[in-house]
């Protein structure tokens, strides 16, 4: 079973910044958190990934709280294309230096024009 | 260039028939998975091997075989298909570890009559 908890969905008005959260309060040292879309009929495409220290990239951010129990991602300026379901996930270790990532149902994010 | 392929897009068959669907990925990357996506949207792993060896098998009817030719390639054949079958099923791959992102391919959608 997934170990995050997400808010069913989100609503944004596009070129608004959109800060979807996420808890996982069960965390462990070596789980990695990454977060995931996916857009109508398609696969899932990663977002953004981290461990301890906030991130940044050219898709959005992740501020991940201190004691690691929740995260935020965040997505500066919504364009209708950020419309899509969010994953947030803990890729936790399978042994061997492999990982395996468990999605919940997560957070279907609108942006109204 | 596609970085991760599946066929078919579309598989529409019979209860009780045997299918196959091919995934390839050109990424050179160790690891691949499929994953189910059922009615209700909930995305479950069911295998993943790397470098052609079985290491994440959830559980998952043995009517559902993995077959790694080779590292860049995961096929999944199923045999007697039931209609709960029915469902997107994705491959994705990704390097060894948990701070890899994992690539999905864009699913096929198996339906069962």
């Known amino acids: 079973d997934a170990k995050t908890t997400q808010p069913n969905s989100m609503e944004s008005n596009e070129e608004e910044p959109v800060h979807l959260p996420c808890n996982h309060s069960t965390i462990s040292g070596t789980d990695y958190i990454h977060w995931y879309r996916q857009l109508p009929s398609q696969g899932p495409e990663y977002v953004i990934h981290g461990l301890t220290s906030n991130v940044n990239n050219r898709m959005a951010s992740l501020a991940i709280a201190e004691d690691r129990k929740s995260s935020t991602l965040i997505l500066h300026r919504a364009t209708l294309r950020d419309a899509a379901v969010y994953y947030c996930?803990?890729?936790?270790?399978?042994?061997?230096?492999?990982?395996?990532?468990?999605f919940g149902k997560g957070t279907l994010l609108t942006v109204n024009p | 260039d596609t970085a991760v392929s599946q066929t078919p897009k579309y598989l529409v068959t019979q209860m009780g028939n045997d299918k196959s669907i091919k995934c390839e990925q050109n990424l050179g990357h160790d690891t691949m998975y499929w994953y189910k996506q059922d009615s209700k949207k909930f995305l479950k792993i069911m295998f993943s091997y790397n470098n052609k060896e079985l290491i994440i098998n959830e559980t998952v009817p043995n009517r559902f075989s993995p077959k790694s030719p080779d590292k860049a390639h995961l096929n999944l054949h199923i045999n007697s298909l039931e209609l709960g079958d029915s469902a997107v099923y994705f491959c994705?791959?990704?390097?060894?570890?948990?701070?890899?992102?994992?690539?999905f391919g864009p699913g096929t959608r198996l339906t069962v009559l």
């Open positions: 994705a791959s990704s390097q060894v570890g948990g701070e890899d992102t994992q690539y």
């Open positions: 996930i803990l890729a936790e270790d399978s042994g061997g230096s492999n990982y395996k990532l468990t």
